[in-house]
Protein backbone atom coordinates (compact mmCIF):
# COMPACT_ATOMS: atom_id res chain seq x y z
CA UNK A 1 0.00 0.00 0.00
CA UNK A 2 0.99 3.49 -1.16
CA UNK A 3 1.25 5.95 2.12
CA UNK A 4 0.20 9.41 1.14
CA UNK A 5 -0.96 12.45 2.97
CA UNK A 6 -4.65 10.95 2.84
CA UNK A 7 -3.39 7.89 4.52
CA UNK A 8 -0.65 8.87 6.69
CA UNK A 9 -2.57 12.13 8.40
CA UNK A 10 -5.98 13.36 6.63
CA UNK A 11 -7.55 10.08 7.12
CA UNK A 12 -6.44 9.29 11.04
CA UNK A 13 -7.58 12.92 11.50
CA UNK A 14 -10.86 12.56 10.42
CA UNK A 15 -10.80 9.92 12.51
CA UNK A 16 -9.71 11.26 15.62
CA UNK A 17 -12.36 13.94 15.16
CA UNK A 18 -15.63 11.53 14.69
CA UNK A 19 -14.75 9.54 17.43
CA UNK A 20 -14.56 13.18 19.04
CA UNK A 21 -17.94 13.52 18.37
CA UNK A 22 -17.97 15.41 14.54
CA UNK A 23 -19.93 14.17 11.97
CA UNK A 24 -18.28 13.37 8.90
CA UNK A 25 -20.28 15.36 5.77
CA UNK A 26 -19.24 14.41 1.97
CA UNK A 27 -19.05 17.58 -0.39
CA UNK A 28 -21.01 15.75 -2.72
CA UNK A 29 -24.23 17.38 -2.68
CA UNK A 30 -23.72 20.03 0.41
CA UNK A 31 -24.63 23.13 -0.64
CA UNK A 32 -23.13 26.27 1.06
CA UNK A 33 -23.08 29.97 0.53
CA UNK A 34 -20.59 30.65 -1.74
CA UNK A 35 -20.52 34.36 -0.42
CA UNK A 36 -19.96 33.46 3.43
CA UNK A 37 -18.93 29.65 3.23
CA UNK A 38 -21.85 29.07 5.59
CA UNK A 39 -24.02 25.71 4.72
CA UNK A 40 -27.27 27.25 5.56
CA UNK A 41 -29.04 24.16 6.15
CA UNK A 42 -26.65 23.11 8.84
CA UNK A 43 -27.04 26.66 10.11
CA UNK A 44 -31.03 26.74 10.30
CA UNK A 45 -31.19 23.02 11.78
CA UNK A 46 -28.56 23.86 14.87
CA UNK A 47 -29.93 27.40 15.61
CA UNK A 48 -33.52 26.19 15.36
CA UNK A 49 -32.12 23.70 17.83
CA UNK A 50 -30.68 25.89 20.53
CA UNK A 51 -33.18 28.80 19.96
CA UNK A 52 -36.85 26.37 19.79
CA UNK A 53 -39.04 29.66 20.25
CA UNK A 54 -37.41 31.36 17.68
CA UNK A 55 -39.13 31.40 14.21
CA UNK A 56 -37.32 30.47 10.57
CA UNK A 57 -37.87 34.21 9.85
CA UNK A 58 -35.75 35.32 12.61
CA UNK A 59 -33.04 32.76 11.94
CA UNK A 60 -32.85 33.52 8.16
CA UNK A 61 -32.16 37.44 9.38
CA UNK A 62 -29.24 36.05 11.67
CA UNK A 63 -27.95 33.95 8.60
CA UNK A 64 -27.96 37.05 6.63
CA UNK A 65 -26.95 39.40 9.44
CA UNK A 66 -23.77 37.19 9.52
CA UNK A 67 -23.84 37.47 5.59
CA UNK A 68 -23.42 41.14 5.64
CA UNK A 69 -20.59 40.32 8.88
CA UNK A 70 -18.77 38.41 7.24
CA UNK A 71 -18.61 41.20 4.30
CA UNK A 72 -16.72 43.29 6.52
CA UNK A 73 -12.96 43.86 6.97
CA UNK A 74 -12.54 43.67 10.23
CA UNK A 75 -10.74 40.36 10.95
CA UNK A 76 -13.75 38.55 12.39
CA UNK A 77 -14.65 40.82 15.37
CA UNK A 78 -17.86 41.18 14.69
CA UNK A 79 -18.33 37.30 14.09
CA UNK A 80 -17.22 36.78 17.34
CA UNK A 81 -19.05 38.91 18.65
CA UNK A 82 -22.03 37.79 17.20
CA UNK A 83 -21.63 33.44 17.85
CA UNK A 84 -20.53 35.15 21.72
CA UNK A 85 -23.35 37.83 22.39
CA UNK A 86 -25.75 36.42 25.55
CA UNK A 87 -28.84 38.02 24.55
CA UNK A 88 -31.04 37.20 21.82
CA UNK A 89 -30.77 34.59 18.84
CA UNK A 90 -27.66 32.39 20.39
CA UNK A 91 -25.47 31.20 17.55
CA UNK A 92 -23.44 28.79 19.44
CA UNK A 93 -24.66 27.57 22.87
CA UNK A 94 -21.69 27.91 25.22
CA UNK A 95 -23.81 27.19 28.29
CA UNK A 96 -24.13 23.86 26.83
CA UNK A 97 -21.80 22.78 24.08
CA UNK A 98 -23.52 19.27 23.08
CA UNK A 99 -26.67 20.95 22.05
CA UNK A 100 -24.26 22.77 18.65
CA UNK A 101 -23.90 20.60 15.59
CA UNK A 102 -20.37 19.51 14.69
CA UNK A 103 -19.20 18.06 11.44
CA UNK A 104 -15.82 17.58 9.44
CA UNK A 105 -15.19 18.17 5.98
CA UNK A 106 -12.47 17.63 3.39
CA UNK A 107 -11.31 19.48 0.75
CA UNK A 108 -13.95 22.63 1.52
CA UNK A 109 -13.56 25.30 -0.77
CA UNK A 110 -13.77 28.88 0.79
CA UNK A 111 -13.84 31.72 -1.22
CA UNK A 112 -13.52 35.53 -0.34
CA UNK A 113 -13.93 37.63 -3.81
CA UNK A 114 -11.37 36.53 -6.03
CA UNK A 115 -9.64 34.58 -3.34
CA UNK A 116 -10.09 31.33 -2.34
CA UNK A 117 -8.42 28.45 -0.06
CA UNK A 118 -9.16 24.43 0.44
CA UNK A 119 -7.96 23.52 3.38
CA UNK A 120 -7.23 19.93 3.99
CA UNK A 121 -10.10 19.84 6.69
CA UNK A 122 -12.66 22.11 7.78
CA UNK A 123 -14.74 21.82 10.86
CA UNK A 124 -17.85 22.85 10.73
CA UNK A 125 -20.03 24.45 13.95
CA UNK A 126 -23.88 24.90 13.36
CA UNK A 127 -23.11 25.26 9.35
CA UNK A 128 -19.97 27.80 10.80
CA UNK A 129 -16.87 27.22 8.89
CA UNK A 130 -14.92 27.93 12.21
CA UNK A 131 -11.64 25.39 12.01
CA UNK A 132 -9.21 25.03 9.17
CA UNK A 133 -6.53 22.30 9.38
CA UNK A 134 -3.60 21.78 6.99
CA UNK A 135 -2.04 18.06 7.40
CA UNK A 136 1.53 17.29 6.61
CA UNK A 137 3.14 13.84 5.99
CA UNK A 138 5.29 13.32 8.24
CA UNK A 139 9.08 12.83 7.28
CA UNK A 140 10.89 9.97 8.77
CA UNK A 141 13.95 9.87 10.77
CA UNK A 142 15.76 8.40 7.90
CA UNK A 143 15.33 10.94 5.12
CA UNK A 144 16.22 13.54 7.48
CA UNK A 145 20.14 14.72 6.91
CA UNK A 146 21.07 16.72 9.99
CA UNK A 147 24.88 17.58 10.72
CA UNK A 148 26.62 15.72 13.18
CA UNK A 149 27.02 18.21 16.27
CA UNK A 150 29.83 17.43 18.51
CA UNK A 151 28.53 18.31 22.31
CA UNK A 152 31.73 19.43 23.28
CA UNK A 153 31.97 22.10 21.07
CA UNK A 154 30.54 25.93 21.67
CA UNK A 155 29.13 25.65 18.52
Known amino acids: MKFNEDSRVKIPAILHLTRLGYTYLSLKGLEWDAS ?13 AINP ?17 LDNEDLGKQLYEKIT ?10 EDFDR ?7 EFTCKKGDEEFRPDITLLINGLPLVFIEVKKPISNSAKNYPARNPTSNA
Open 36 to 48: SNIVPSLFCESVS
Open 53 to 69: SATSSEIETALAHLDLV
Open 85 to 94: QTSGLKIIDF
Open 100 to 106: NSFHVVT
